[in-house]
T-cell receptor, first 110, second 112 residues
Framework: AQRVTQPEKLLSVFKGAPVELKCNYSYSGSPELFWYVQYSRQRLQLLLRHISRESIKGFTADLNKGETSFHLKKPFAQEEDSAMYYCALSSANTGNQFYFGTGTSLTVIP | DTGVSQDPRHKITKRGQNVTFRCDPISEHNRLYWYRQTLGQGPEFLTYFQNEAQLEKSRLLSDRFSAERPKGSFSTLEIQRTEQGDSAMYLC??????????FGSGTRLTVV
């Protein structure tokens, strides 16, 4: 069965410190992994996807198939990064529906 | 194009009543998804349409839930005989496949 695990519900870091939001998944096929972000009072929006191998707002995420992880990283956190972050898994075999983790609430302390 | 629109934003209803939510996707998107999100949880998949065809439904979608997408445009999600456990945020998303989806702001349902 598909499952996405985000072990940290809450994460606080100081401005300028590195941040890592953990995501582990279980899936028997070849999934696509995503990070979605929800800023206060805004809708859920795509942050990045593993296929793109891009950096958005300074965030990167590398898919580690051996460890079945897709951790989100940023070397220097900014106050505007404070938000709810969701890791999600999708597969064409399942109609591209998303399986979301429970989310991590990131607070960047000024 | 103003993105994915959902109406209403909030709905308070008494237990046992029926409610209907509407989602207007981005016009050129052929795929439409409904998700439900409860407090402290990530969104959970309910159902999905490709054009007007409902291709998949989650086990979460009991017989009291029904969704339609006539003509492959807007979609409605109806909950009959609402229960307190139905209280949640109902999210709609649309896309063209390949993982790029745009979410709406959601409809928050409170069953009292």
């Amino acid at each position: 069965a598909q499952r996405v695990t985000q072990p940290e519900k809450l994460l606080s870091v100081f401005k300028g410190a590195p941040v890592e939001l953990k995501c582990n998944y279980s899936y028997s096929g070849s999934p696509e992994l995503f990070w979605y972000v929800q800023y206060s009072r805004q809708r859920l929006q795509l942050l990045l996807r593993h296929i793109s191998r891009e950096s958005i707002k300074g965030f990167t995420a590398d898919l580690n198939k051996g460890e079945t992880s897709f951790h989100l990283k940023k070397p220097f956190a900014q106050e505007e990064d404070s938000a709810m972050y969701y890791c999600a898994l999708s597969s064409a075999n399942t109609g591209n529906q998303f399986y979301f983790g429970t989310g991590t609430s990131l607070t960047v302390i000024p | 194009d103003t993105g994915v629109s959902q109406d209403p934003r909030h709905k308070i209803t008494k237990r046992g009543q029926n409610v209907t939510f509407r989602c207007d996707p981005i016009s050129e998107h052929n795929r439409l998804y409904w998700y439900r999100q409860t407090l402290g949880q990530g969104p959970e998949f309910l159902t999905y349409f490709q054009n007007e065809a409902q291709l998949e439904k989650s086990r979460l979608l009991s017989d009291r839930f029904s969704a339609e997408r006539p003509k492959g445009s807007f979609s409605t999600l109806e909950i009959q005989r609402t229960e307190q456990g139905d209280s949640a945020m109902y999210l709609c998303a649309s896309g063209r496949g390949g993982g790029f989806y745009t979410f709406g702001s959601g409809t928050r349902l409170t069953v009292v």
